[in-house]
C-alpha cells in the first residue's frame, strides 16, 4: 500500500496516516461499524461453521440470523455489510452463489427481497477465475440497498480484462452486450433464486402454479446413511450378529447402470423403536465397537451422546431396507435414476425415493426426463465440470401431478417404458403427461438423462 500511494505521489508520512485510518485488523463481524457506506466490496471467507470454535460459532449464531441450518460463513459478512448500507448504497462481493439456491440461505434471501435488490448476477462457474482450482465456483453481485425490478445477468464471461470492460458497461444499463440479459421476477422471498440461463423459467414456474411438489404428491425424497467412521460401520466383514448388519447400496454398487451389489454391510446400532442396542445382548457388536472405541468415541455425535458413543450420525430405519426405492447419486452430470428392488440400505451419497402412491417404474421415467432435470437445473448450483447437486432439497422442487389424476393408459406407459428402457416412448409418456405442446418440449434441451434399472 505505501509503494502504490507513493506513486501517486503521497509522502511516507501522509501514507502512514492514511493507512491507520484505512485499514483496521479486527474480525469484521464483531467489530463496530458506522451504517452509512455507498459502497461495498470484497471476498467473504468461505468457511463451514462446524469448522469454527463453539465459542465463536455461538457468538455469531447470536448476532447473525443468517446463519441458518447448515449456512457458510460468508452469509454472515453478506448479511452484516448489507446492514452497513445507507439509501441506494451498493454491495459488490465476489463470492460462492450457493445461498442463492440451498436451504441454509433463505433467510438472507428473504432478507434481501425485503429491503434490498439484486441490480446485477454473473455467474462464474468454470471459468478460470482463480490461480487454484475450487469445487464451489463463484458468481459476482451487485446489492443495492432500494427497490428495483430488474437483474442483469451474465454467465461464464471469458476471463480477459476488454471482454470484462465491455460487459459492465451493459451490465450497469450502459450498453449493449449479447452476453447480458435482463431477468425479472428471478428475487422472490426465501425460495430458491433461479436467473434462466436455459430460458425456461416459464415453464417450470406454470408447472409449481399448477401441480403439487413431489412430496405433496405422495413422493418421499430421504438420503442414505452418515456414520462419521466408515471405515470402522462399513465393510465386507463385519464380525457382529446378523441383526447389527444390513447390506448397503453405495454409489459404486449402481456405476456400472445396475445394481451389482460388492458385499458392503453396515452396522446398524439402532432397535427398530429407534433406541440404541443393549450393548449387553449383542457381545459380538459389543466387541467389534470397543475395538475401535479410539475411532468412534472422538466424533461429534459420540461426545454428545456419550451413552450411545457407538450409533451412526444418522439414525437407521432398517425396515427401508426391505422398501422397494429409487436411487440417485447425489453429484452428477445428468439424472442417473436406478431402481433398487428392496434388498439394499442406501449409503449417505445416495438419495432414494420411496411412494405409497406413485409406480416407481412410472415415476423412475419422469426422474429420468428432461422436465425433471430442468427442475434440479434450475435451482441447483453448478460443481466443477458442470455437475448439479441431485440433493434432497432439489429433487423436493420436481412438481408432478398426483398419481390418482393419472389415466390408466398413460401410467401403463410410463412404466412400460421406464422397464423397457425406451427413451422415445418415456419421451413421449412424459410430455403427455405435464401436457407440453412439441414446441415448449423442445425448449426443454435434452439432457442425456440415463433410466437404470437394477433387475
Known amino acids: 500500500m505505501h509503494e502504490l500511494l507513493g506513486e501517486h505521489g503521497w509522502s511516507r508520512p501522509t501514507a502512514d496516516v492514511l493507512l491507520d485510518q484505512w485499514l483496521v485488523h479486527a474480525d469484521f463481524l464483531t467489530v463496530p461499524l458506522a ?24 457468538l455469531y449464531r447470536g448476532r447473525w440470523p443468517s446463519l441458518f441450518d447448515r449456512a457458510d460463513l460468508y452469509v454472515a459478512f453478506i448479511e452484516k455489510s448489507l446492514g452497513l448500507l445507507r439509501t441506494e448504497g451498493r454491495l459488490g462481493f ?3 452463489d450457493r445461498w442463492m439456491k440451498n436451504r441454509y440461505g433463505g433467510p438472507l434471501r428473504a432478507m434481501v427481497t425485503e ?6 448476477y454473473v455467474d462464474f462457474t468454470g471459468c478460470p477465475a482463480f490461480f487454484d482450482e475450487v469445487d464451489a465456483y463463484p458468481a459476482v453481485t451487485i446489492i443495492r440497498r432500494g427497490p428495483g425490478k430488474v437483474t442483469r445477468v451474465a454467465f461464464r464471461p471469458e476471463v480477459n480484462a476488454e471482454v470484462l470492460r465491455r460487459l459492465a458497461q451493459a451490465l450497469r444499463g450502459r450498453a449493449e452486450h449479447a452476453a447480458v440479459s435482463v431477468c425479472t421476477n428471478s428475487v422472490r422471498g426465501e425460495s430458491p433464486w433461479s436467473f434462466d440461463e436455459l430460458g425456461y423459467m416459464d415453464l417450470l414456474r406454470g408447472l409449481e402454479q399448477r401441480l403439487p ?3 405433496e404428491a405422495g413422493v418421499r425424497v430421504g438420503i442414505g446413511v452418515a456414520t462419521g467412521a466408515d471405515a470402522v460401520f462399513i465393510g465386507h466383514n ?14 459404486r454398487d449402481i456405476r456400472s447402470g445396475r445394481v451389482e451389489w460388492q458385499g458392503r454391510w453396515v452396522l446398524n446400532p439402532f432397535e427398530d423403536d429407534g433406541t440404541v442396542v443393549d450393548l449387553r445382548k449383542y457381545p459380538r ?8 472405541r479410539d475411532s468412534i468415541a472422538g466424533r461429534n455425535v459420540a461426545a454428545r451422546t456419550p451413552h450411545a458413543w457407538y450409533r451412526t450420525i444418522d439414525r437407521i430405519h432398517a425396515t427401508l431396507t426391505s422398501c422397494p426405492k429409487l436411487l440417485i447419486p447425489d453429484i452428477k452430470g445428468s439424472a442417473h435414476v436406478v431402481f433398487e428392488e428392496g434388498k439394499l440400505y442406501p449409503h449417505h451419497n445416495l438419495y432414494h425415493i420411496t411412494s405409497g402412491t406413485w409406480d416407481l417404474h412410472a415415476l423412475q421415467a419422469v426422474l429420468s426426463s428432461r422436465v425433471a432435470f430442468a427442475f434440479v437445473s434450475a435451482y441447483s448450483p453448478r460443481m466443477r465440470g458442470g455437475h448439479l447437486r441431485f440433493q434432497a432439497q432439489y429433487l423436493r422442487r420436481i412438481c408432478i401431478p ?3 389424476d393419472v389415466s390408466e393408459k398413460l401410467r401403463s406407459q410410463l412404466s412400460i417404458a421406464s422397464l423397457q428402457r425406451d427413451q422415445t416412448a418415456m419421451d413421449d409418456a412424459v410430455r403427455e403427461l405435464y401436457g407440453f405442446t412439441y414446441r415448449d418440449w423442445t425448449r426443454l434441451a435434452p439432457t442425456g438423462a440415463t433410466v437404470i434399472d437394477a433387475s
Not at 115 to 120: E, N
Open 402 to 404: 398426483c398419481w390418482a
Open 35 to 58: 451504517a452509512d457506506f455507498s459502497h461495498i466490496v470484497g471476498n467473504p471467507p468461505y468457511l463451514r461453521l462446524e469448522d469454527l470454535p463453539k465459542d465463536l460459532l455461538r
Open 238 to 251: 463385519l464380525d457382529v450378529e446378523d441383526s447389527r448388519k444390513l447390506p448397503l447400496v453405495t454409489t
Open 94 to 96: 465476489i463470492c460462492a
Open 285 to 292: 457388536f459389543a466387541a467389534y465397537v470397543e475395538k475401535h
Open 115 to 120: 429491503s434490498y435488490h439484486m441490480d446485477t
Open 213 to 215: 411438489a413431489m412430496e
